[in-house]
């Protein structure tokens, strides 16, 4: 349905509930909230289409202004780069894989048209809150404003990086469809190219350089030979989507969580493992403090990546007389993963079961792959953030 369409039907509707309300059928105060509902719901459907996408700005439209946070705390706007002779802002993500495996193209964009008058923006439109634990199973990374800085400076992005995820006007504006998703705009700020960097996730694949090919027109003066193209990549995390994201966190609280007992075989075959996963096994007990804060830390990792390459195990050094207390420590907090505890007090016979280089003391986690190798050690809790990272870049993913 057109906007026009869908003005008229929303003015339609609500001179039909005010010739209601002549007549005694409705009331003032009702008459006030309906209309007011159909205008929200006709500026919803102006700013995204009646399937729930939105509205991709059309070629040769003016660009959209802007006041956005960017990551070297100061607001932008659009006039801040009026002196670009070609301007290209592109709607990326930290947590997206598509857009990952884009970062070093954009950088290498960046310094290869410098110098020609083109300046690259970065603009992140996802609402974190939108945002559900299983899409995170490539990154290490959310997208919220304080997770885009810790990505630019460990890239090292060399543009602008900005954050719209709170209120998404301006991304609601131009209508990225996807991430990453590029618009560039020629010295009269009108669009000339809108669509994918180019043609291949996979760099040593790409046949089309669709970006690129816009810019060298524009700056020789030619027109662009391809001015739209398809994208690929993770859909943007609309705030609509905040529902969706807690309905999952929700059945995730429900998940039933189990307790086996485990011997030293049974610890010596898990640690072989003979999966093609790569296995996060935590020690813990619920005499320790340090064990109990960080299981939280781990029931995110198993819930962010375990659609992937990835499980969670842990194993108990409580006495195996305690199986129903370690259950009921592992219940509340919501510990649905592969949970054992050991069938005796000999805890030298599970360090050596588990891993030789175990010291002993508690917590101690250890990340295994796929055939046994010991990838990541840690006694003591876990510095998450880097555990994360170890994760999500493990080349078996």
């Not at 994918?196 to 089309?208: F, H, L, P, Q």
């Amino acid at each position: 349905m057109s906007c026009l369409l869908r003005f008229q039907s929303a003015r339609v509707m609500c001179h039909g509930l005010s010739r209601r309300k002549e007549h005694g059928l409705i009331k003032r105060s009702s008459l006030g909230v309906a209309c007011a509902v159909m205008s929200l719901i006709f500026a919803v459907s102006v700013a995204r289409g009646d399937d729930g996408l939105a509205n991709t700005l059309p070629i040769g439209t003016s660009a959209p202004d802007f006041i956005l946070p960017g990551i070297d705390g100061r607001n932008h706007s659009l006039q801040d780069y009026a002196d670009a002779r070609i301007l290209v802002i592109i709607f990326t993500a930290n947590h997206c894989k598509t857009a990952q495996a884009y970062e070093g193209r954009i950088i290498q964009l960046v310094k290869d048209y410098k110098d020609k008058g083109v300046t690259v923006v970065g603009i992140a439109p996802n609402d974190p809150q939108a945002l559900s634990l299983s899409e995170l199973v490539y990154s290490d990374l959310g997208d919220s404003f304080e997770e885009l800085k810790i990505r630019a400076q460990e890239r090292g992005f060399n543009f602008s990086y900005l954050y719209d995820g709170d209120s998404q006007k301006v991304s609601r504006a131009y209508g990225p469809v996807s991430t990453p998703h590029v618009f560039i705009f020629d010295q009269a700020r009108k669009l000339r190219y809108v669509g994918r960097i180019d043609d291949s996730e996979n760099i040593a694949a790409v046949t089309k350089h669709d970006a690129r090919n816009a810019l060298d027109a524009l700056l020789a003066g030619k027109p662009v030979p391809v001015e739209k193209t398809r994208t690929f990549g993770c859909s943007i995390k609309w705030s609509e989507k905040r529902a969706a994201a807690a309905r999952e966190l929700e059945a995730m609280e429900k998940e039933p969580v189990a307790l086996q007992t485990a011997g030293v075989l049974s610890i010596k075959a898990l640690v072989a493992n003979d999966t093609p996963k790569m296995l996060l096994i935590n020690v813990w007990a619920t005499w320790c403090g340090p064990c109990l804060a960080e299981l939280p830390e781990f029931v995110t990792m198993n819930r962010m990546y375990r659609n992937g390459n990835f499980e969670l195990v842990t194993i108990s050094a409580d006495a195996p007389e305690r199986k129903a207390n370690v259950l009921a420590h592992l219940q509340d907090r919501h510990v649905a993963a592969r949970n054992y505890i050991f069938d005796n007090k000999d805890m030298d016979a599970l360090a050596n079961a588990l891993d030789a280089e175990w010291p002993g003391g508690l917590p101690y986690t250890i990340l295994v792959a796929p055939g046994g190798k010991i990838i990541q050690r840690q006694m003591g809790q876990v510095d998450s953030m880097k555990l994360k990272k170890v994760i999500a870049l493990y080349p078996t993913r």
